[in-house]
């Protein structure tokens, strides 16, 4: 095995010694990893994207090289996702969402750097240490993945959904309704068992459920834009002496190594693990940092370098467990894996169990593009740096209109339907107003991803194996694991609520009362029940999930609005006290709160109703001149200038490499004029 | 569905055989256009091939292979490129392609086959119809096949056929999907012992399921089962295909199990069901013009599928996705779907009844 690894290091340099001169295939791994870097780092694109662009590509390279730069592409997406999350609060992919949690508070109190550092640190060790997970573990792949069938998928997806509890922090009850919805929400679509459209209101774009970048973008980036706008100051609200540095952040990573090795242990799991995927991996290893690290439960979500390293380790660490089942069994884990198992083929290397056996030198080369593509990633990122972090020192006016435009653009990469708009819209309102009634966000996103693979799961472990399924002694071992888990971040907060709580008494007099919070927790409740009427009439098989959930949703949230209208103990801040999600400001009045966020989202709807009327590529330049000219009154030359960046932005990387399918404006002849005259 | 043709794409041996290129000059209709203007119109212009599915999937990527071929052959060489719509297993796409886009040639239609099944089975949201579509030609075909692992015992169809047959748990994703529908038209004509296993999403996962012995066996293509799913069958023979669709099985060392479902099957009712459920399997890859282009340009881009389809450089490069290419030409294409579409109505009532949803056997 030891000497397949070293030639396998031979095939990568492309001569027959490891430190010899430049290394061809080394370049390509180096493309790769650039390329990757700046597709993770503007949100809504990834590994996918670029995957699916470069593929046709390597047609005509040899094996090696083509799968140096699509691993490089591969491996690095996940860090180059970081960016914006730490600077803007927005996921870059939906493997970066939790790293938001913590990221982009770090950012506010001057500490892009240092999350940086952190950041980059943690993705390169949880990627290296995927990498070497997957070649230790090469022995014992085929009969580990065998043991593996739907109830234990089902299980780990009811681990998953455990951790709504800790991701609540002080706010359980409220926490445990977004997760309800969150998975009413994940039922939206085709059902799994009878085919039968759910909640889609005769609209084909929801068949497919609704798409996942457009509403993590509206429920965690939009209302961070909005909130900037509102607090009118620069992201970091710190001189800038005061910003911490990159080496601190590397620091911190050493400093909890522990912590680091274990999320990178859950990277790889999930990674592992067909259906789960980045966009829970990152919930994972966040929710398990909260559980299991001291203090975890006050500090998260505030600007606890732990909550950066956490899941910035486990998101790179799952593409070593990702190659697994794509490797030994020819079956790729997820969509990003089918498409470089289809590379593989194509370049003559047949997964199997040969690539275990005979064609170990593949595999290693495979491994050891994944370790070097993460290792070159990070020094480029670290080397950007100081660099980026000045952006927090940008005027937010500036920011702005640019960020909303990158994210609806984000967003409509997904399907290249209006809905993913519409999407983008109602889950921003949304998100806002969770975020300031003091609702854990980070539970509706959880809810709606488990969604499908609870459900899908659980009718196959049925049909499958009877009532058997309960038995099998892994499902029994999740579970088990899964309830001491529980137990453990229980017993954490209670440690930290009984701290808390000598700190300051809360003032529990009683009192009828019903403000706005209250008439938020009204309209969701009318929503759950709304939404149950419409379930009423479906057959059995596709019912049984949407009632259940929406029962229990209806129940919670009529405990959580008597809770409210009973008890007036300011609510608001005392959940902000553990409240596991970013924190709100409280320092602006709220009759200018809700002036300003009106006058956001009216800018957000003006720009919604000109990509409508005259289509993306005239709308978007369009609104950032008018945001910052008319709104902002920001001179006229920087105006123009952020308009000017956003249209190269817009027709270099949209129009013409990523060839986007623009939606056909109603007044349509302007646009078609332009893309006329400028081509493709 | 989507998943199952993606995946079946991703299959394939390296320089897997092409199983065949039946190719006319074109649909007879190389004549019958005047070639100056359509180069007239198509020259500067771009022609956008709309995929029904989200990149890197079967279907993206061979649409951007013809994207990088088609061009060349249309008169006036026009730039053709790929947007992606993606969307209820490409029918947002072929619904904008019959109606919303422009009609003036620049569109064509990538979109799944599965669909103008749906049509026959009066699914909801079409709003087109098949038959008035102008279809170009389609790249792949394969044929419904079914396997069962070989520790069941099962090696013969006969053993899970009829009254006092063994049940096999059968894996199915969602009914609609073309993998579910096969299984349980399989069911329906020939009388199996199926239990479908309902819920699983995609072909792979399914594949996995049935090397986990969570399920006894699966019904896809025989194309996927040789192309994708080798390791089934190799080192070690896993499974046993035992039915293929069609008249005669094909000859190959890992169909030495298995019977032609047409040859088997009870009645004349039952081979049109089988007729039926196989019909989109034989335009994979298809594409398509919408209803009101003007003919010229129609009869011009058939022409040029079916030059494309000749053309070496383009089948060089097909041949590196793994999947064999089975070009048909724009006539080939319309009589498979011409057929399925008149299907008499109590067979299209059999067809319904076989597919609700139903676990069984």
Redesign the interface.
Known sequence: MLEAAASALDNLSACPCVLGVLPHRIGFLFVGVLMGLSLGAFPGLGG??G???L??FT?DMDAYAAISILIGLLAVSQTGDTIPSVLFGIPGTVGSQATIMDGYPMAKKGEAGRAFGAAYTASMIGGVFGALVLAVSIPVLRPI??????PEFFMMGIMGISMVSVLSGSAPVKGLIAGTLGLMLGMVG??????L?RWTF?Q??L??GLSLVPVTLGVFAIPEVVDLAIRGTRIADVPREAMKGVWTGIRDVFQNWFLMLRSSAIGVWIGFI??LGAAVVDWFAYGHAAQTERGAQESFGKGDVRGVIAPESANNAKDGGGLI?TLA????GS??W??M??AF????I????ELLTTRLDVTFTIIWSLAIANVLGTAICLLLTPQLAKITMVRVTLITPVVIAVVFLAAFQS???FGDLISLLVFSLMGWLMKRFGWPRPPLILGLVLS?ILE??L??AI???GSGWAARPLVWLIGILTLASIAYGMAQSRRTRQKSSNRDAVVARRKLAFGPASLFTLVILVFLLSALARAWQWPF?TGIFPWTVAGIGVALCLIQLGSEVWTAAAPAQREQGGLMDLPVDRDVPAALVVRRAATLFGWILGYFAAIWMLGFIISTPLFVWAYLAVYAREKQRAALACALLVAAVLLGVFHYLL???WL?AVIGGPEKAIVETI?? | MQKDR??R??????GAVVLGLMLEAGPSSSATFDEGAVADFYKGK?V?V?VGF????GY??TA??VA?HLGEHIPGNP?V?????????S??AA?LVYS??PQDGTIVGNIHPQLMFQQLMGG??IEFDGRKYHWLGSLSAGRNACAVHKDTGVTQLEQIMGPDGRTV?MGG?????GVTDATAVMRAALDLKF?I?????GI??I???L?????DGMCTTWETFIAS???LF??ERLVNVLVIAGTEVPDHPWADKAVAAQAVAPTEEARRLLIAAGAPRQISYPYTVGPDVPADRIAALQQAFARMLADEAFIA?YR???SPLVGRNAEELNAIVDELLSMPPETVANLKEALK?R?GP
């Open positions: 996918l994207t995957l699916a662009i593929f046709p047609f993945i065998s043991a593996f069938a739907t085709l059902d799994p068992q009878g085919g459209p005769s084909l774009y068949w497919d067909p259906g089942p069994f020819g079956v790729p969509t990003v089918a498409i198992l289809g083929l194509i370049h003559g047949n997964p199997g169990p399907t290249a339907h499908g899908a799961n009718f196959v049909l499958a194996h098989h060839k986007v399918a056909p081509g493709r | 993606s995946k794409l991703w299959g394939a041996v390296c771009i956008t709309v989200a990149p890197g999937g993206d990527v951007r292979l990088k730039t490129i790929v947007e992606n719509r993606p969307g209820a297993g029918l947002v619904n919303s886009l909801a949201g748990k994703e969602a009914p609609g999907s239990r296993v309902y819920g699983y999403k792979a996962p594949a996995r399921a090397l986990s012995r969570e399920i799913y080798k390791n190799e080192p490069d590196k996705t793994g949803r676990v």
